[in-house]
């Protein structure tokens, strides 16, 4: 059974600490659209139904990317997405968010999700880390 929105986000905001619900909102979000965009087929489907309702409009809708995103350029197109952010907070932000989506999807799909993806991006789903 998928996670409610609130657990969600609890997770995120604590993982990312957050001092308020609205910027692990806005995370997950941001984090989770460029997820969707790099995601294709069943492994997309599946990752979308172990998540939030929230989370499934946002993973699933996105255009797909144009070239996949090294871990790095994902940090830093997550930088570009929230206002004010640096490349080592929107590490941590990335961490917060897909951390709980690792959690949620499982290893098995993990594992699924992870070769659709270039190299490093195991290190994205691990707990939130600075640079």
């Given amino acids: 059974m998928a996670l409610s929105w609130d ?7 604590e993982r990312g600490q957050y001092p308020s619900r609205r910027e692990a909102e806005r ?10 965009a790099h995601l294709v087929g069943d492994e997309r489907a599946e990752l979308a139904a172990r998540l939030p309702a929230t989370c499934v409009l946002v993973l699933l809708n996105p255009l797909p990317a144009a070239e996949p995103l090294g871990p790095d350029r994902f940090v830093r197109a997550t930088a570009a ?23 949620a999807a499982g290893e098995e799909l993990m594992r699924r999700v992870l070769l659709q993806l270039p190299p490093g991006y195991d290190l994205l789903f691990g707990p939130p880390r600075q640079i």
């Avoid at 657990?7 to 905001?13: E, G, K, R, T, Y």
């Avoid at 995370?27 to 969707?36: C, D, E, M, Q, T």
């Fill in 7 to 13: 657990a969600f986000l609890a997770a995120v905001q």
């Fill in 27 to 36: 995370a997950a979000r941001i984090v989770l659209g460029l997820l969707g």
């Fill in 81 to 103: 997405w929230i206002e004010g952010a640096t490349e080592e907070t929107a590490t941590g932000d990335v961490g917060a968010v897909l951390s709980v989506v690792a959690e």
